[in-house]
């Protein structure tokens, strides 16, 4: 048998550190990555033949567990009749009606397809420049939006001080253009609008940021992050690429609609991902009509792709969101109940205090006394929570190798960081949650145990 250990061996003579995405390498867990041989539902089995409930979901896409028997049938029957003609095919169109569709009252009445989460946001913050003939960009630290060069910023030494490369090989030209302000903090917008009048194309942020762990945005900072933009005539850009149709039917957008305290606010762009494309490559941009008409072939903003709109792809999105019925967003936020409250007693009873990160089915947890820790937020049940990344990076981290490898020993996959998001889907299932809850004892063992 070849297994895991072999083909990860195989991998990293041909591809560096054996894998195409850097989280695939356990590299803050340790240990070697599991190679997946299949996947049905809820299920995971390796090459080693392990079988483990999987809370990783293709990290979101998967809203309706893996390989859902009518997305594989659309995506079977669909490859059968052609895989890439070249030219313009009705599945398209009829994704970027279902996606308008659910999304009325958001602003977005158009929406070009594109193959990854990084191509949409790039092409947001092209557009939002085109559009408004401005440069500047303003971004959340510890909110993710692909690996676009302007986007790889981290923060300068102050607030609204233009942003330093994140990663080798982004010049500094470019992410001088990026202005970087911690995330949840409406006043060092406001101070970057003002040091940088006139200047700024756009906010870009996660409709609810999932990574750096999941960190809820305040009530009402949405809908006042958009007030600010429009009063200072620049665009926001709300990336839903994870949270869109995963959190809801309208995605995150739409769950702050439905609530008095959080509703009311419309972006101007908003980016897709993941779910759209149910597990094959698809992602979008939508936005008003007299936005989206500076696109080519309109407008001057360029953007294109071979495989934009891929007829196999998008068979698997529309079968995708077809099937997101409310009853399956329901049982989702019901699983997720159940297992933040397993976790929740397990982690009491080892002693550990656990703030629970969530916006509705998303979640993740940070280890750490968060008053002892200077964490200014309160979660779902009171307990003290961080509200930015330097507030989630001071947690205990060290504990979640520990907890990760026990919780794999015992036949759940979870992310293998703690600054991810714990993904549940329909397939999860009775014998699914059972499963986790039965490992949970022995993970917050050895968490409590380093
Ligand atoms: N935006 C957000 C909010 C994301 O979570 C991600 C990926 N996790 C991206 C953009 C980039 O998407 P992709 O990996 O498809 O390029």
């Not at 559009?131 to 939006?145: E, M, N, P, S, W």
Request: glycine share 12%.
């Amino acid at each position: 048998m070849t297994t895991s250990a072999d083909w990860f061996d195989r991998a990293r003579a041909v591809t560096p550190g054996g894998v195409n995405s850097p989280v695939r390498a356990f590299g803050s867990v340790g240990g070697t990555p599991t190679f997946t041989a299949e996947a049905d539902g809820a299920w995971i089995t390796d090459v080693d033949g392990n079988r483990r409930v999987d809370l990783i979901c293709g990290w979101g896409p998967l809203l309706l567990g893996h390989s859902h028997p009518e997305v594989v049938a659309a995506v079977q029957d669909t490859a059968a009749k052609m895989m890439c003609p070249g030219g313009s095919t009705p599945g398209e169109v009829e994704l970027a009606e279902a996606i308008v569709k659910r999304l009325e009252g958001s602003g977005v009445d158009e929406v070009r397809l594109v193959s990854t989460g990084t191509e949409a946001t790039m092409t947001a913050i092209r557009l939002a420049r085109g559009a408004t003939g401005r440069d500047l960009i303003v971004k959340f630290a510890g909110c993710y939006h692909g690996h676009s060069d302007g986007l790889l910023a981290a923060a300068g030494s102050g607030l609204a001080t233009l942003a330093l490369p994140g990663s080798a090989g982004v010049p500094e030209a470019i992410t001088a253009q990026t202005i970087v302000v911690p995330y949840n903090d409406l006043d060092a917008v406001r101070a970057a609008f003002a040091e940088h009048e006139g200047r700024i194309a756009a906010v870009i942020t996660e409709a609810s940021p999932a990574n750096m762990g999941v960190v809820p945005p305040a009530p009402g900072f949405n809908r006042d992050l958009a007030a600010i933009c429009h009063d200072n005539g620049a665009l926001l850009i709300c990336d839903e690429v994870l949270t869109g149709f995963r959190t809801g039917p309208a995605g995150w957008w739409g769950r702050e609609q439905e609530d008095p305290e959080r509703g009311g606010w419309q972006a101007d762009i908003y980016t897709f991902g993941k779910v759209i494309g149910g597990g094959m490559p698809v992602a979008g941009l939508g936005a008003r009509r007299e936005i989206m008409d500076h696109l080519a072939p309109l407008g001057a903003v360029y953007q294109a792709g071979t495989l934009s709109g891929n007829p196999v792809a998008v068979a698997a999105g529309i079968a995708t969101l077809r099937l997101a019925t409310d009853e399956v967003y329901a049982t989702i936020d019901a699983a997720s109940d159940r297992i933040i409250a397993a976790a929740r007693r397990e982690f009491a009873r080892v002693g550990l205090p656990v703030a629970v990160q969530r916006v509705r089915n998303l979640f993740s947890f940070a280890f750490g006394d968060g008053e002892a820790l200077g964490w200014t937020g309160r979660d779902e049940f009171g307990v003290s929570a961080p509200t930015n990344e330097d507030e989630v990076k001071r947690q205990e981290s060290w504990r979640y190798p520990a907890f990760f490898h026990a919780m794999l020993d015992a036949g759940v996959n979870l992310p293998p960081s703690v600054f991810e998001a714990w993904f549940l889907s329909s397939a999860h299932d009775e014998d699914a949650l059972a499963a986790i809850e039965a490992a949970l004892p022995a993970a917050a063992d050895a968490a409590a145990a380093v």
